[in-house]
């Protein structure tokens, strides 16, 4: 199923991934987590994809499966991270970031739909079946 358009291309950057568990974890590291919804940043016109995800470990995933759960366990967490996104590069003198679909967090589903979309992006880049013409990383 495709999704639904925001008209943009993406940025070539891998999906960002927020983790919004109990437990502070190591930026860049990889860890098992739970996909439970995405925003669809706009970042100087490209989009940007995040993930809002909670660790497979924490103490709370059993009670998170979706981004409606979200606002019950972490009230009011998917707001302070769209207002973080949007506002994070104002100090710089940029213009704020802005979201597809009218702000919202996109449900479960549908995120799981752009992580497959991404990742089949990046194994046709890494496999040679789309030219890498911007010279991106494929570490």
Same mark, same amino acid.
């Given at each position: 199923?495709?999704?639904?358009?925001?008209?943009?291309?993406?940025?070539?950057?891998?999906?960002?991934?927020?983790?919004?568990?109990?437990?502070?974890?190591?930026?860049?590291?990889?860890?098992?987590?739970?996909?439970?919804?995405?925003?669809?940043?706009?970042?100087?016109?490209?989009?940007?994809?995040? !993930? $809002?995800?909670?660790?497979?470990?924490?103490?709370?995933?059993? @009670?998170?499966?979706?981004? %409606?759960?979200? &606002?019950?366990?972490?009230?009011?967490?998917?707001?302070?991270?769209?207002?973080?996104?949007?506002?994070?590069?104002?100090?710089?003198?940029?213009?704020?970031?802005?979201?597809?679909?009218?702000?919202?967090?996109?449900?479960?589903?549908?995120?799981?739909? !752009? $992580?497959?979309?991404?990742?089949?992006?990046?194994?046709?880049? @890494?496999?040679?079946?789309? %030219?890498?013409? &911007?010279?991106?990383?494929?570490?």
């Amino acid at each position: 199923m495709p999704l639904p358009c925001v008209c943009l291309q993406g940025d070539n950057d891998p999906v960002d991934v927020v983790e919004i568990g109990s437990s502070t974890l190591k930026m860049g590291g990889v860890y098992k987590v739970k996909p439970l919804g995405v925003y669809a940043m706009i970042d100087d016109g490209e989009l940007d994809w995040k !993930v $809002i995800a909670i660790a497979a470990d924490d103490p709370k995933a059993s @009670k998170v499966n979706d981004v %409606a759960d979200v &606002e019950k366990e972490f009230p009011g967490e998917l707001q302070k991270i769209m207002e973080w996104f949007r506002d994070y590069k104002i100090p710089d003198g940029k213009p704020a970031n802005s979201y597809g679909y009218n702000n919202e967090c996109k449900d479960k589903a549908f995120t799981m739909h !752009v $992580i497959k979309e991404t990742h089949e992006a990046y194994v046709h880049l @890494k496999s040679g079946q789309r %030219a890498n013409d &911007e010279d991106l990383s494929l570490i």
